[in-house]
């Protein structure tokens, strides 16, 4: 009994490989957006080990192409060679051949190699009009596509190797596809990039019964944006890959498709040259977030609070000298109560977190601030008109600091309470930078309070209690992140609000 590819029981078309292992032979673009350099990112992209044999150099951008340079065709044999002597090449994907002599060289190796799956991008002009094959090498061209099981040519590429005109229409293109098809005993893609309209259909057809009709058709919307280069190297690359993964061409286009079309929309942010930009292959990749990313999003979320902050009458009369005695003392005592609560919550911090060092630092800050609590008390607040009632701000904002604390999340948690270093830490500076700027005066009402700002160990504890939380988010997940920032908001303008209390309820 012979073993087939076909299992009764599930509908296998063909062996599959998680991993296929693909090879482009293929130009090289140094601009990146299409030939190899298209070709090994879409493969990466669509879950194949890429490979590449480069046939042709060009010289080359978004704007055009400015040269082509063909190597001898013995180093490109025996490129191919080592290839296939050493590794089994699942698919193969055949863009820009450049010349003759090409072309009768890769033909000689997929007859000795016979890869399973061969796709044929029949590249002869770039997106810019350039020439990527010699006028003389279109009969060699031609003779080479009954080798590829599927052709993937643009309208003017379908067109030339007919011998006929330009489709301009999608029935027409159809049919030139099914005429195609038939001299070449294989499957062709026709693509509809080329034509006007707000559709771009694409289709597969073949007229020896392979696919589950003559012509399948796959609907697509057009995207408007200039960054098509690439986009033919890009699709026959992924095709290769696709099929060797899922074992049949329909099955292929229809995750293909869809790939491309998002990497056509989300084209704009690579933001690549002044011509036909590239597409974004790896669109569909959530990128790691980097060290200090997150310290950065935090830092631009606080930017308005901050101004706030400068802007409140609390902090430009403490800064003057203006402030009121009365606001002052508010203050003072508002703060001392505040201490006590954030001291229970660094001291949760310091009970989540996942290490010794981080422990310590958050026990360190948790005992620091009932040090500073009752410097408050014996300092600054024993000769001073104070209620010490709980003030509605001091409340709410240490009510949301334990709310974070209970939600379970040392990240979250860490968001919360960073606030209180950073912002703190910032106007607190500013204050002192201000003092100093103005004289330094022991005659300011405030001098005392104000000298002690410059603290540089608070400056280096804010620094570190930043790069935890940074690392905490980058270990968080999506949501735990949208939930950080959120907390980290909410904190800042409990900070302004900290500081405006004074004027509202002092
Ligand atoms: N503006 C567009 N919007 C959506 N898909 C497009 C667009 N331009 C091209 N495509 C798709 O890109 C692939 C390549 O098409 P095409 O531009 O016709 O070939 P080539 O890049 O070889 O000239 C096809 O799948 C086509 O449908
Ligand atoms: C090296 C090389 N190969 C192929 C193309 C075609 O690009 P497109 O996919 O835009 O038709 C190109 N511009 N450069």
Same mark, same amino acid.
């Given at each position: 009994m012979t073993v087939s590819a076909q299992s009764a029981v599930y509908p296998l078309k063909a062996v599959r490989r998680p991993i296929p292992r693909v090879l482009s032979i293929a130009g090289s673009d140094p601009s990146g957006g299409a030939g190899i350099q298209a070709d090994l990112k879409s493969i990466a992209a669509n879950g194949g080990y890429?490979?590449?044999?480069?046939?042709?150099?060009?010289?080359?951008?978004?704007?055009? !192409? *400015?040269?082509?340079? !063909?190597?001898?065709?013995?180093?490109?044999?025996?490129?191919?060679?080592?290839?296939?002597?050493?590794?089994?090449?699942?698919?193969?994907?055949?863009?820009?051949?450049?010349?003759?002599?090409?072309?009768?060289?890769?033909?000689?190796?997929?007859?000795?190699?016979?890869?399973?799956?061969?796709?044929?991008?029949?590249?002869?002009?770039?997106t810019s009009g350039d020439r990527l094959l010699a006028e003389s090498a279109e009969t060699a061209l031609r003779e080479l596509l009954p080798l590829a099981d599927l052709v993937t040519?643009?309208?003017?590429?379908?067109?030339?190797? @007919?011998g006929e005109p330009e489709a301009t229409d999608w029935a027409?293109?159809?049919?030139?596809g099914k005429r195609l098809a038939a001299a070449c005993g294989n499957t062709v893609l026709v693509k509809g990039g080329h034509l006007q309209g707000a559709g771009c259909p694409d289709a597969l057809v073949n007229t020896g019964g392979v696919l589950s009709q003559d012509v399948v058709e796959f609907a697509g919307r057009r995207v408007e944006t200039r960054?098509?280069?690439?986009?033919?190297?890009?699709?026959?690359?992924?095709?290769?890959?696709?099929?060797?993964?899922?074992?049949?061409?329909?099955?292929? @286009?229809? !995750? !293909?498709?869809?790939?491309?079309?998002?990497?056509?929309?989300?084209?704009?942010?690579?933001?690549?040259?002044?011509?036909?930009?590239?597409?974004?292959?790896?669109?569909?990749?959530?990128?790691?977030?980097?060290?200090?990313?997150?310290?950065?999003?935090?830092?631009?979320?606080?930017?308005?609070?901050?101004?706030?902050?400068?802007?409140?009458?609390?902090?430009?009369?403490?800064?003057?000298?203006?402030?009121?005695?009365?606001?002052?003392?508010?203050?003072?005592?508002?703060?001392?109560?505040?201490?006590?609560?954030?001291?229970?919550?660094?001291?949760?911090?310091?009970?989540?977190?996942?290490?010794? *060092?981080?422990? @310590?630092?958050?026990?360190?800050?948790s005992q620091m601030c009932l040090e500073v609590e009752s410097e408050l008390h014996r300092n600054w607040l024993s000769g001073r008109q104070v209620s010490g009632e709980l003030g509605p701000v001091t409340k709410a904002y240490v009510d949301h600091l334990l709310a974070a604390s209970a939600s379970g999340s040392y990240a979250v948690l860490l968001a919360a309470v960073l606030p209180c270093y950073w912002l703190y830490a910032e106007v607190g500076q500013q @204050?002192?930078?201000?003092?100093?700027?103005?004289?330094?005066?022991?005659?300011?009402?405030?001098?005392?309070?104000?000298?002690t700002y410059a603290d540089e160990a608070f400056a280096e504890a804010t620094r570190k209690a930043i790069d935890i939380t940074d690392a905490a988010a980058q270990a968080a997940s999506p949501a735990e992140r949208a939930a950080m920032m959120e907390a980290f908001a909410q904190s800042c303008r409990y900070e302004t609000a900290f500081f405006d209390a004074p004027r509202l309820h002092g």
């Open positions: 890429g490979m590449a044999v480069i046939t042709a150099l060009t010289v080359q951008n978004t704007q055009g !192409v *400015t040269a082509v340079h !063909v190597p001898p065709v013995e180093f490109l044999r025996q490129q191919l060679d080592a290839i296939s002597d050493d590794i089994t090449v699942d698919a193969v994907k055949i863009g820009m051949l450049g010349d003759a002599a090409v072309i009768h060289e890769v033909r000689r190796w997929l007859g000795e190699a016979r890869p399973a799956v061969v796709v044929l991008d029949p590249v002869m002009i770039a040519p643009n309208l003017p590429e379908l067109a030339m190797l @007919l027409s293109a159809l049919e030139q960054n098509s280069h690439g986009t033919g190297c890009s699709l026959s690359s992924a095709m290769a890959t696709a099929k060797a993964r899922l074992g049949d061409w329909e099955s292929a @286009l229809r !995750v !293909v498709k869809p790939w491309l079309q998002e990497a056509l929309i989300q084209s704009e942010v690579l933001e690549v040259g002044k011509g036909n930009g590239p597409i974004h292959h790896f669109h569909a990749l959530r990128h790691a977030l980097q060290p200090g990313d997150f310290a950065v999003r935090m830092w631009d979320a606080a930017q308005t609070e901050l101004a706030a902050i400068y802007g409140l009458d609390f902090i430009q009369h403490l800064q003057s000298g203006g402030l009121s005695e009365a606001q002052f003392s508010y203050y003072l005592s508002q703060d001392a109560i505040y201490l006590n609560g954030y001291s229970r919550v660094l001291a949760r911090a310091s009970a989540l977190a996942p290490n010794e *060092t981080e422990q @310590l630092f958050w026990a360190r800050g @204050l002192h930078h201000g003092y100093l700027q103005a004289g330094a005066s022991d005659e300011h009402p405030y001098a005392d309070w104000l000298r």
